[in-house]
């Protein structure tokens, strides 16, 4: 049953997160490549959305080099957190939600996933395909 869990988990965290990166597929990343700007960070960084919020979440469906998709994803929510949402960490909403409740979501969900590997139904697991 524990497998049948993390594959949930990997499921919604990576299909919910590419939804975000597919977006910024459609929309480009210059609202990003701003923000870096102002931050004093080269803006070529910015590409690194998609491979935060595009490639990781792939990899974490399909469960095929979890942990360091989960790393590179956690890394992803780090950045939007400090960089877009800053100012809503300390912060509570009106209906009591933590400032950035959902960037809190993805990256623990992520830290989960780091700790424990992409389970029994993955890409990485050899003996499911046995």
Do not use: Q
């Not at 490639?55 to 780090?78: D, E, H, S, W």
């Not at 009106?94 to 830290?111: D, H, I």
């Amino acid at each position: 049953m524990i497998d049948f869990g993390i594959l949930i988990h990997r499921l919604s965290l990576g299909i919910l997160m590419l939804l975000h990166g597919i977006a910024k597929i459609g929309k480009g990343v210059s609202s990003i490549e701003g923000l870096l700007e102002k931050a004093g960070i080269p803006e070529i960084i910015a590409y690194g959305v998609y491979i935060g919020e595009v490639v990781a979440p792939a990899l974490i469906i399909i469960g095929y080099k979890t942990r360091i998709a989960a790393v590179i994803f956690a890394v992803n929510c780090l950045a939007a957190m400090f960089l877009v949402h800053s100012d809503e960490i300390f912060t509570i909403t009106k209906t009591g939600a933590w400032g950035v409740e959902l960037l809190g979501l993805y990256l623990f969900g992520s830290v989960v996933l780091f700790l424990t590997g992409p389970g029994k139904f993955s890409l990485s697991n050899k003996s499911f395909w046995s």
